[in-house]
């Protein structure tokens, strides 16, 4: 178990990285973390992400009552303290504005097409919660709709939030998101978004298991187990909250656009077939490229 010092030395770092990527301007943003079962330890109100210090923070109980500090706890607590109730198994919360991801949010455009395998493992699908004003109780209810089946989410007209089982691996998923809208708006500007089939959607969630990836819910990509007419509200509980990730995700006939591993054959007929990669291994090529320019 880490130490409190190490834990707040942990928020100031995260703070330094949010706003160093220009995830947060001015003084937005939040970030919390559980320090025990009763206690929570939280960024202050009214200051700058990217320039905290360790003894700035606030202790307050699951309730929002402060414990310990000088300073008052973040103005988004209560969506903080609401995340908490709902997810036992939530370590650290993480909020913020960044820019590429908080346009979709802007645009009304959830983050949810099947597009890139890294993302289907970790997030499953990125939703929407509605619109509600910063700071009331409006917030923590919009958001209490996802939370229950999603680690991250986009809050509309202002943000994204993301959760994890520290206070890194939250922050990390608010990067995937990011860089996830930034791929999908130039894939969407250059006029063509190929998505993974079903199928491939499938064989990625198991993937979770060997990679031991804990997701809140399981993956929704076939329309026909979302009941009547596509997105249907069979995959909302009567209780009004998310049961699985959404994703969409076109029927592919069983065809994978990369051959098998294990046969390694290309087939008759493949020769002009579309070659799938992963984002890593895109990223890879594209280095090569630009190393053999030099
Ligand atoms: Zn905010």
Do not use: W
């Amino acid at each position: 178990m880490s130490t409190e010092s190490t834990l707040r030395g942990d928020i100031v770092e995260v703070g330094r990285r949010m706003y160093a990527r220009g995830y947060t301007a001015s003084n937005d943003g939040n970030i919390s973390l559980r320090l025990g079962p009763e206690r929570l330890l939280m960024t202050p109100k009214s200051v700058c992400k990217g320039f905290m210090t360790p003894d700035m923070m606030c202790i307050t109980d699951l309730e929002g009552r402060k414990l310990q500090g000088d300073r008052d706890p973040s103005s988004e607590m209560l969506m903080h303290l609401e995340v908490y109730r709902q997810r036992p198994d939530v370590q650290a919360v993480v909020h913020a504005h960044p820019p590429t991801a908080t346009g979709f949010a802007v645009a009304g455009i959830p983050l949810d097409r099947a597009v890139l395998a890294e993302v289907l493992t970790t997030l499953g699908s990125i939703p929407i919660a509605e619109y509600a004003t910063p700071s009331t109780r409006e917030l923590p209810e919009a958001v209490r709709k996802y939370i229950t089946a999603h680690d991250g989410m986009l809050l509309a007209n202002h943000g994204a939030l993301t959760v994890g089982g520290d206070v890194y691996a939250a922050y990390y998923k608010m990067e995937t998101i990011e860089h996830f809208a930034k791929i999908s708006l130039v894939a969407r500007l250059l006029g063509r978004e190929n998505l993974i089939a079903r199928e491939e959607v499938r064989r990625l969630e198991q993937l979770r298991g060997t990679y031991g990836i804990a997701a809140p819910a399981p993956i929704c990509a076939d329309p026909d187990a979302l009941g009547p007419g596509l997105g249907g509200p069979a995959f909302i509980d009567p209780n009004d909250s998310a049961t699985c990730q959404v994703v969409q995700a076109p029927a592919g006939g069983g065809q994978r656009l990369v051959p098998n591993a294990i046969d390694g054959r290309r087939r008759v007929g493949e020769e002009d077939a579309e070659i799938r990669l992963t984002y890593r291994e895109l990223s890879a090529l594209i280095e090569e490229a630009i190393k053999s320019l030099r």
